[in-house]
C-alpha cells in the first residue's frame, strides 16, 4: 500500500512546528501503524535526516504512551483502540493521513508527536490512592465486595492515562481521566474513608493545571481506548458537589 | 575461580521455615529519626522499584525515583496479563506455603535457592492483603470474595487475578501508593532520566549518573544505597513480549563496575504468543498463560498438513501435551510446553507448515458457553482479534513461544545486595527466585515482595552499619566524564545501518543458537557472529542527531551497544553450563524421552560473572546450591 503523510514536526517547544510531506510505498496492510512510522524512520535515518519522534512502549495498547491524533481523531478512526492498536488494512490505499500530537496547553510539546503529560501525575498526587501503609493491611477477604461493585470499579480502573480525553475534548478537559479513578474508588468499600478530599483535590488539580472545563460534548468517551463511561464524570459532578457542601457547612 | 565471595550469600542458618524471622530479628534498625538523613536513589518504578519506593517513603527516608518513562505508571509491568500467585488457600484445594514453594522450586529445576524462594512463599499472603487494601479490584465470586484460577506448574488454584489486565492493577496500586509519597514529600520523581554510571569507591556503591532524556543534560546523585528496578533484558532478541523500551542499560553499567552478573543465559520463552508474520515486525505479543486453563493446544497429526483447522476431524488432532503430559496436560510449565511446541513444528506438524501450533477453545466454549470464556479472556481474545484479523471465539488460536522473562540478572544475597556495597537490585532485574525456569504469576509476586516486604527491613540493615555516605567530587566528574566519552562515541557513529537494524541481526543470533534449545557447536558460532556484530555496529552504525534534546536514536544505540555485549555472555554462560535444566536445553544432555537432564553434581550452582575490565575476561564464580529440604528429583509432569 501506499500513503501520502503529513507529519507534524517540531524541534522544541520554543521554536514553531509545521507540516512535513512524506511520501511512502510498499507498506503491508498487517504492519502497524507504529510499525510504519518505524519504517519511515529508517528510510530517514538512511538519508541522513532526522527520524520522527513519537512516543510508544508496549505496542498492546496498555501502557497509555502511544499518543497519535491520526487524521484528527485521538489514537485514529477506529473505535477503542490505541495508535499501536491501529493496522494499515484500516486505511484506504493511496489516502492522505495527517498525523499529530495530542495537543491541549497542559500537555506541551517537547518533540514532534511527544508530548508532556507529567500534569496527569500530579492530579494523581493530589488523591488518586488509598492512603494504607505497607504492613498495615487487614487479610484480604475481611470486607467482601459485592462482584457487580468490584467489576463497575474494574471498568473505570482501566484507563490507561493516554490523554485521548483530553486531546479530543474542544475545552481540553481532563475530566474524563479523572473521574475514572474517582469513580473506581467510590464503588469499592476502601474507598470510602477518603472520598471527600481525594474528589475536591483532584478537580483541583485538574483545574490548576490548565484543563479546561466539562462542558458534556462527550467527544472524550468516544475516543477513549478503554471505553471509560461518561456515568464516571456523572458521578465526580455529584460526588464533588456533597463534597463542597460536606466541606462548607 | 574464587569460591570464597559465595561464603556471604548471607543465608541465616537454621530451619527453613524460621530463616526470615530469624534474620529479621539479626537485622540492624535505623532509628525513624534519622530515616530522612539517608538519600536512597531507586532506579525503576515498576512493580518492584514503585513497592519499595512507596514503602521506604512512608518509613521517611530521603528517596529519589528515577524512570526512563514519561511516568512511573508506564513500567513494563503494565503489560502482565495473568495473574499474581499467593498461598491463601482460598479454594481449600491444599495449597500452603510449603506447597508453593516446593512447586517453586520445581518449575525452576532445581537451580534456585531454597531460602529465597521459601521466603517468597511466606510473605506471598501479605501481598493479596496489601493490594486489596489498596483498592485493587481483584476477581471476585458472587459472595464477594476473591476468585482464583490455575497457572502452569501447579495442580491447584492459586493466581488472584483482575481480568487480563492484573499487571496493570497492581502497578497503578503501587503507583498510587507513589504517588502519595511524592505528594507527602519523602519521594521525589524524575521521569525521563535514565541511569547511564554508577559511581563506586572500593567496591561501595556512592552515587549514580542520569540523563535527562528531555534536555540531553547529565545529572549525578550522592546516594547512601542505590536500588535497581530496572526489569529484564528480554529485548536483547530484538523480538520479544517486553515493551520497545525495555533495556539492560542500568544493570550492564553496574556489570561492568564490577556487580555480578548471575545465571545470564536463563531466558524464559513463552510457549503462547502471536506468531511473527512480517518483516518489520517490532514486537510479539503474549497471549496469557491463564488461556491453557481452558485452551487446548494440539496440532494435526499429519505431517505437512496445510488443511485448515476446521477440515481436521477430532481423530486426526493430536493434543501433544495431555498425550505427553496426562497429569499437568495443557499446564506443564512454560519451558515444556515450548519446547514441546518447537518438536512439533521441526517435526512437520507445523499449522499449514507454519512455526504455529493450535490453541482451542471450543470445548471449554462448549461446557462453560460463550459468557463465561468471554469474561475471562474477553479482552485476550479481542487483542488476538485485532493483531491477526481471526476470530479465536470460532477459530482456535495459533500461537507460537517467544522470548518473554529473564530469570537471569545482577546477582544478589538472601538481603537483595549485589556484590556490589550499597547497591540493592529488585524484581525481574535480579537473578534471585526462579532459578532455570520461571512460574506463572510469579514475577508479580516476587517483584512486589521485593519491593513491599523484604528490602524495607535489609535495607535499614545496611544503612545502620553504614551511617556515613561520603562525597567526592573528583569521582562523580569522572563517571560523568565516562558517560559523556561513551554518548560522544555513539553520536560520532555516521555508518550506513540504523541500530534498529543491527540490532535484528543480534536478536536473530540469539533466537537460533541461544533459543529454546541450544548446542556446543552453536554456541561456538554464536560467540564469533556476535564479535563481528559489535564491530560491525562501531563501525558501520548511523546513530543521527544531537546530544542535548531528545534523541529517541541516541537512547537506543546505547542500550543496543549494551545488549551487544552482554549477548556475549549470555553465549559463554550456556557454553560453560554443560547440563540441560529448565529453560536452558543442550541438546548434548537429554534423557531419552527428550526432556532436561540435569547434572546436579556437577552444576547445582548459580553462575556469577565478574568483569574486572573491558580488557580482561570474564570470571566465573560459583555459587553451590544446597538443597536440605527438597529432594532433587528429575522433574516430572507426566
Ligand atoms: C506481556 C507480559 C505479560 C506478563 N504477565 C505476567 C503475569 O501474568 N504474571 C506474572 O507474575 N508476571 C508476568 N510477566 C512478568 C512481569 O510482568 C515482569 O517480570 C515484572 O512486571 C517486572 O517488573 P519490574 O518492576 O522488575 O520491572 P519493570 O516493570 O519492567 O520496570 C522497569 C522500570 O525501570 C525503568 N528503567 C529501565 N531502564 C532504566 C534505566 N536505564 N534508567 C532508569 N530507569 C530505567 C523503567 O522506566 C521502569 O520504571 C509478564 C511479562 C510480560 C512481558
Ligand atoms: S480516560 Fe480514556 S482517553 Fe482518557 S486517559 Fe484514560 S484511557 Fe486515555
Ligand atoms: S504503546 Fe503502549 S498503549 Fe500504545
Same mark, same amino acid.
Given at each position: 500500500?501506499?500513503?501520502?503523510?503529513?507529519?507534524?514536526?517540531?524541534?522544541?517547544?520554543?521554536?514553531?512546528?509545521?507540516?512535513?510531506?512524506?511520501?511512502?510505498?510498499?507498506?503491508?496492510?498487517?504492519?502497524?501503524?507504529?510499525?510504519?512510522?518505524?519504517?519511515?524512520?529508517?528510510?530517514?535515518?538512511?538519508?541522513?535526516?532526522?527520524?520522527?519522534?513519537?512516543?510508544?512502549?508496549?505496542?498492546?495498547?496498555?501502557?497509555?504512551?502511544?499518543?497519535?491524533?491520526?487524521?484528527?481523531?485521538?489514537?485514529?478512526?477506529?473505535?477503542?483502540?490505541?495508535?499501536?492498536?491501529?493496522?494499515?488494512?484500516?486505511?484506504?490505499?493511496?489516502?492522505?493521513?495527517?498525523?499529530?500530537?495530542?495537543?491541549?496547553?497542559?500537555?506541551?510539546?517537547?518533540?514532534?508527536?511527544?508530548?508532556?503529560?507529567?500534569?496527569?501525575?500530579?492530579?494523581?498526587?493530589?488523591?488518586?490512592? &488509598? %492512603?494504607?501503609? @505497607?504492613? /498495615?493491611?487487614?487479610?484480604?477477604?475481611?470486607?467482601?465486595?459485592?462482584?457487580? =461493585?468490584?467489576?463497575?470499579?474494574?471498568?473505570?480502573?482501566?484507563?490507561?492515562?493516554?490523554?485521548?480525553?483530553?486531546?479530543?475534548?474542544?475545552?481540553?478537559?481532563?475530566?474524563?481521566?479523572?473521574?475514572?479513578?474517582?469513580?473506581?474508588?467510590?464503588?469499592?468499600?476502601?474507598?470510602?474513608?477518603?472520598?471527600?478530599?481525594?474528589?475536591?483535590?483532584?478537580?483541583?488539580?485538574?483545574?490548576?493545571?490548565?484543563?479546561?472545563?466539562?462542558?458534556?460534548?462527550?467527544?472524550?468517551?468516544?475516543?477513549?481506548?478503554?471505553? &471509560? %463511561?461518561?456515568? @464516571?464524570? /456523572?458521578?465526580?459532578?455529584?460526588?464533588?458537589?456533597?463534597?463542597?457542601?460536606? =466541606?462548607?457547612? | 575461580?574464587?569460591?570464597?565471595?559465595?561464603?556471604?550469600?548471607?543465608?541465616?542458618?537454621?530451619?527453613?521455615?524460621?530463616?526470615?524471622?530469624?534474620?529479621?530479628?539479626?537485622?540492624?534498625?535505623?532509628?525513624?529519626?534519622?530515616?530522612?538523613?539517608?538519600?536512597?536513589?531507586?532506579?525503576?518504578?515498576?512493580?518492584?522499584?514503585?513497592?519499595?519506593?512507596?514503602?521506604?517513603?512512608?518509613?521517611?527516608?530521603?528517596?529519589?525515583?528515577?524512570?526512563?518513562?514519561?511516568?512511573?505508571?508506564?513500567?513494563?509491568?503494565?503489560?502482565?496479563?495473568?495473574?499474581?500467585?499467593?498461598?491463601?488457600?482460598?479454594?481449600?484445594?491444599?495449597?500452603?506455603?510449603?506447597?508453593?514453594?516446593?512447586?517453586?522450586?520445581?518449575?525452576?529445576?532445581?537451580?534456585?535457592?531454597?531460602?529465597?524462594?521459601?521466603?517468597?512463599?511466606?510473605?506471598?499472603?501479605?501481598?493479596?492483603?496489601?493490594?486489596?487494601?489498596?483498592?485493587?479490584?481483584?476477581?471476585?465470586?458472587?459472595?464477594?470474595?476473591?476468585?482464583?484460577?490455575?497457572?502452569?506448574?501447579?495442580?491447584?488454584?492459586?493466581?488472584?487475578?483482575?481480568?487480563?489486565?492484573?499487571?496493570?492493577?497492581?502497578?497503578?496500586?503501587?503507583?498510587?501508593?507513589?504517588?502519595?509519597?511524592?505528594?507527602?514529600?519523602?519521594?521525589?520523581?524524575?521521569?525521563?532520566?535514565?541511569?547511564?554510571?554508577?559511581?563506586?569507591?572500593?567496591?561501595?556503591?556512592?552515587?549514580?549518573?542520569?540523563?535527562?532524556?528531555?534536555?540531553?543534560?547529565?545529572?549525578?546523585?550522592?546516594?547512601?544505597?542505590?536500588?535497581?528496578?530496572?526489569?529484564?533484558?528480554?529485548?536483547?532478541?530484538?523480538?520479544?513480549?517486553?515493551?520497545?523500551?525495555?533495556?539492560?542499560?542500568?544493570?550492564?553499567?553496574?556489570?561492568?563496575?564490577?556487580?555480578?552478573?548471575?545465571?545470564?543465559?536463563?531466558?524464559?520463552?513463552?510457549?503462547?504468543?502471536?506468531?511473527?508474520?512480517?518483516?518489520?515486525?517490532?514486537?510479539?505479543?503474549?497471549?496469557?498463560?491463564?488461556?491453557?486453563?481452558?485452551?487446548?493446544?494440539?496440532?494435526?497429526?499429519?505431517?505437512?498438513?496445510?488443511?485448515?483447522?476446521?477440515?481436521?476431524?477430532?481423530?486426526?488432532?493430536?493434543?501433544?501435551?495431555?498425550?505427553?503430559?496426562?497429569?499437568?496436560?495443557?499446564?506443564?510449565?512454560?519451558?515444556?510446553?515450548?519446547?514441546?511446541?518447537?518438536?512439533?513444528?521441526?517435526?512437520?506438524?507445523?499449522?499449514?507448515?507454519?512455526?504455529?501450533?493450535?490453541?482451542?477453545?471450543?470445548?471449554?466454549?462448549?461446557?462453560?458457553?460463550?459468557?463465561?470464556?468471554?469474561?475471562?479472556?474477553?479482552?485476550?481474545?479481542?487483542?488476538?482479534?485485532?493483531?491477526?484479523?481471526?476470530?479465536?471465539?470460532?477459530?482456535?488460536?495459533?500461537?507460537?513461544?517467544?522470548?518473554?522473562?529473564?530469570?537471569?540478572?545482577?546477582?544478589?544475597?538472601?538481603?537483595?545486595?549485589?556484590?556490589?556495597?550499597?547497591?540493592?537490585?529488585?524484581?525481574?532485574?535480579?537473578?534471585?527466585?526462579?532459578?532455570?525456569?520461571?512460574?506463572?504469576?510469579?514475577?508479580?509476586?516476587?517483584?512486589?515482595?521485593?519491593?513491599?516486604?523484604?528490602?524495607?527491613?535489609?535495607?535499614?540493615?545496611?544503612?545502620?552499619?553504614?551511617?556515613?555516605?561520603?562525597?567526592?567530587?573528583?569521582?562523580?566528574?569522572?563517571?560523568?566524564?565516562?558517560?559523556?566519552?561513551?554518548?560522544?562515541?555513539?553520536?560520532?557513529?555516521?555508518?550506513?545501518?540504523?541500530?534498529?537494524?543491527?540490532?535484528?541481526?543480534?536478536?536473530?543470533?540469539?533466537?537460533?543458537?541461544?533459543?529454546?534449545?541450544?548446542?556446543?557447536?552453536?554456541?561456538?558460532?554464536?560467540?564469533?557472529?556476535?564479535?563481528?556484530?559489535?564491530?560491525?555496529?562501531?563501525?558501520?552504525?548511523?546513530?543521527?542527531?544531537?546530544?542535548?534534546?531528545?534523541?529517541?536514536?541516541?537512547?537506543?544505540?546505547?542500550?543496543?551497544?549494551?545488549?551487544?555485549?552482554?549477548?556475549?555472555?549470555?553465549?559463554?554462560?550456556?557454553?560453560?553450563?554443560?547440563?540441560?535444566?529448565?529453560?536452558?536445553?543442550?541438546?548434548?544432555?537429554?534423557?531419552?524421552?527428550?526432556?532436561?537432564?540435569?547434572?546436579?553434581?556437577?552444576?547445582?550452582?548459580?553462575?556469577?560473572?565478574?568483569?574486572?575490565?573491558?580488557?580482561?575476561?570474564?570470571?566465573?564464580?560459583?555459587?553451590?546450591?544446597?538443597?536440605?529440604?527438597?529432594?532433587?528429583?528429575?522433574?516430572?509432569?507426566?
Amino acid at each position: 500500500m501506499n500513503f501520502n503523510l503529513k507529519i507534524w514536526r517540531q524541534k522544541s517547544n520554543k521554536v514553531p512546528g509545521s507540516f512535513q510531506s512524506l511520501f511512502v510505498k510498499d507498506i503491508s496492510e498487517d504492519m502497524s501503524f507504529l510499525e510504519m512510522l518505524d519504517k519511515i524512520n529508517e528510510d530517514l535515518i538512511l538519508k541522513k535526516e532526522e527520524p520522527i519522534a513519537f512516543d510508544h512502549d508496549c505496542r498492546e495498547g496498555i501502557c497509555g504512551t502511544c499518543s497519535l491524533m491520526i487524521n484528527g481523531s485521538a489514537h485514529g478512526p477506529q473505535k477503542a483502540i490505541t495508535s499501536c492498536q491501529l493496522y494499515m488494512r484500516e486505511f484506504q490505499n493511496g489516502s492522505e493521513i495527517y498525523v499529530e500530537p495530542f495537543r491541549a496547553k497542559a500537555f506541551p510539546i517537547i518533540r514532534d508527536l511527544i508530548i508532556d503529560r507529567s500534569a496527569f501525575d500530579r492530579i494523581q498526587q493530589a488523591g488518586g490512592f &488509598i %492512603s494504607v501503609n @505497607t504492613g /498495615s493491611a487487614p487479610p484480604a477477604n475481611t470486607i467482601p465486595v459485592p462482584k457487580e =461493585k468490584a467489576n463497575q470499579a474494574f471498568s473505570s480502573a482501566l484507563c490507561i492515562g493516554c490523554g485521548a480525553c483530553v486531546a479530543s475534548c474542544k475545552n481540553s478537559s481532563a475530566s474524563l481521566f479523572t473521574a475514572a479513578r474517582i469513580f473506581h474508588f467510590s464503588k469499592l468499600p476502601q474507598g470510602q474513608a477518603e472520598k471527600t478530599n481525594r474528589v475536591l483535590n483532584m478537580v483541583k488539580q485538574m483545574e490548576k493545571e490548565g484543563f479546561g472545563a466539562c462542558s458534556h460534548t462527550g467527544a472524550c468517551s468516544v475516543s477513549c481506548p478503554k471505553e &471509560i %463511561s461518561l456515568e @464516571t464524570i /456523572s458521578e465526580m459532578h455529584r460526588e464533588w458537589r456533597k463534597a463542597f457542601l460536606n =466541606k462548607t457547612t | 575461580m574464587s569460591l570464597s565471595f559465595f561464603n556471604s550469600s548471607h543465608i541465616p542458618s537454621g530451619p527453613l521455615e524460621e530463616k526470615w524471622d530469624k534474620a529479621k530479628f539479626s537485622y540492624k534498625l535505623v532509628n525513624p529519626s534519622n530515616r530522612k538523613k539517608f538519600d536512597i536513589l531507586i532506579v525503576g518504578a515498576g512493580l518492584a522499584g514503585a513497592s519499595a519506593a512507596a514503602s521506604l517513603g512512608e518509613m521517611n527516608y530521603n528517596i529519589k525515583v528515577f524512570v526512563i518513562h514519561d511516568s512511573p505508571r508506564r513500567a513494563h509491568s503494565i503489560a502482565a496479563q495473568g495473574g499474581i500467585n499467593s498461598t491463601k488457600n482460598y479454594k481449600n484445594d491444599g495449597d500452603s506455603v510449603k506447597r508453593l514453594f516446593y512447586d517453586t522450586i520445581k518449575g525452576g529445576d532445581f537451580r534456585a535457592r531454597e531460602a529465597n524462594v521459601y521466603r517468597l512463599a511466606q510473605v506471598s499472603g501479605l501481598i493479596i492483603d496489601h493490594c486489596v487494601a489498596q483498592g485493587i479490584p481483584f476477581a471476585r465470586d458472587y459472595g464477594g470474595l476473591l476468585d482464583n484460577r490455575s497457572f502452569g506448574g501447579a495442580q491447584l488454584s492459586r493466581t488472584f487475578y483482575a481480568r487480563g489486565q492484573t499487571g496493570q492493577q497492581l502497578l497503578l496500586g503501587a503507583y498510587g501508593a507513589l504517588m502519595r509519597q511524592v505528594k507527602r514529600g519523602t519521594v521525589q520523581l524524575f521521569t525521563q532520566h535514565e541511569m547511564l554510571n554508577l559511581i563506586i569507591e572500593k567496591q561501595k556503591a556512592h552515587g549514580a549518573v542520569f540523563r535527562d532524556l528531555i534536555t540531553g543534560k547529565l545529572k549525578s546523585f550522592k546516594a547512601s544505597a542505590i536500588l535497581l528496578a530496572t526489569g529484564g533484558y528480554g529485548n536483547a532478541f530484538y523480538l520479544s513480549t517486553n515493551a520497545m523500551n525495555s533495556n539492560v542499560t542500568a544493570s550492564w553499567r553496574c556489570h561492568k563496575k564490577g556487580a555480578f552478573f548471575a545465571n545470564p543465559s536463563f531466558v524464559q520463552i513463552h510457549p503462547t504468543c502471536i506468531p511473527k508474520s512480517i518483516e518489520g515486525q517490532s514486537k510479539l505479543t503474549l497471549m496469557s498463560e491463564s488461556l491453557r486453563n481452558d485452551g487446548r493446544v494440539w496440532t494435526s497429526k499429519i505431517k505437512g498438513d496445510s488443511r485448515p483447522s476446521h477440515q481436521i476431524p477430532e481423530s486426526e488432532r493430536d493434543y501433544y501435551l495431555e498425550r505427553i503430559y496426562p497429569s499437568f496436560g495443557n499446564l506443564v510449565p512454560r519451558d515444556v510446553a515450548s519446547r514441546q511446541a518447537k518438536f512439533q513444528v521441526d517435526k512437520g506438524y507445523g499449522v499449514q507448515n507454519k512455526e504455529a501450533v493450535y490453541l482451542d477453545f471450543s470445548d471449554a466454549i462448549k461446557k462453560n458457553g460463550l459468557k463465561n470464556i468471554a469474561e475471562k479472556y474477553g479482552n485476550l481474545f479481542n487483542m488476538y482479534q485485532r493483531i491477526t484479523g481471526d476470530d479465536p471465539y470460532k477459530t482456535p488460536m495459533q500461537i507460537y513461544p517467544a522470548v518473554h522473562y529473564t530469570m537471569g540478572g545482577l546477582w544478589v544475597d538472601y538481603n537483595l545486595q549485589s556484590s556490589i556495597q550499597g547497591l540493592f537490585v529488585l524484581g525481574e532485574a535480579n537473578f534471585s527466585d526462579h532459578g532455570a525456569n520461571r512460574l506463572g504469576a510469579s514475577a508479580l509476586m516476587q517483584g512486589l515482595a521485593d519491593g513491599y516486604f523484604i528490602i524495607p527491613y535489609s535495607l535499614g540493615n545496611f544503612l545502620a552499619q553504614n551511617p556515613d555516605s561520603d562525597f567526592k567530587e573528583s569521582l562523580f566528574k569522572q563517571a560523568e566524564e565516562e558517560s559523556k566519552e561513551n554518548l560522544q562515541n555513539l553520536l560520532s557513529l555516521k555508518g550506513s545501518q540504523t541500530v534498529d537494524q543491527i540490532h535484528k541481526k543480534l536478536g536473530k543470533i540469539l533466537w537460533e543458537h541461544v533459543g529454546m534449545i541450544r548446542d556446543k557447536e552453536g554456541l561456538m558460532k554464536a560467540e564469533k557472529k556476535i564479535k563481528t556484530l559489535r564491530e560491525e555496529f562501531w563501525k558501520e552504525a548511523f546513530v543521527p542527531g544531537e546530544a542535548f534534546i531528545k534523541n529517541q536514536e541516541l537512547e537506543k544505540a546505547g542500550r543496543v551497544a549494551d545488549f551487544l555485549e552482554l549477548g556475549e555472555l549470555m553465549v559463554q554462560d550456556a557454553l560453560t553450563r554443560e547440563e540441560s535444566c529448565g529453560c536452558h536445553f543442550r541438546t548434548e544432555y537429554q534423557t531419552p524421552e527428550k526432556e532436561a537432564l540435569r547434572n546436579d553434581k556437577d552444576f547445582s550452582h548459580v553462575s556469577a560473572w565478574e568483569k574486572k575490565s573491558s580488557k580482561e575476561n570474564w570470571i566465573l564464580h560459583k555459587e553451590t546450591l544446597k538443597f536440605e529440604n527438597v529432594k532433587l528429583t528429575e522433574r516430572n509432569y507426566k
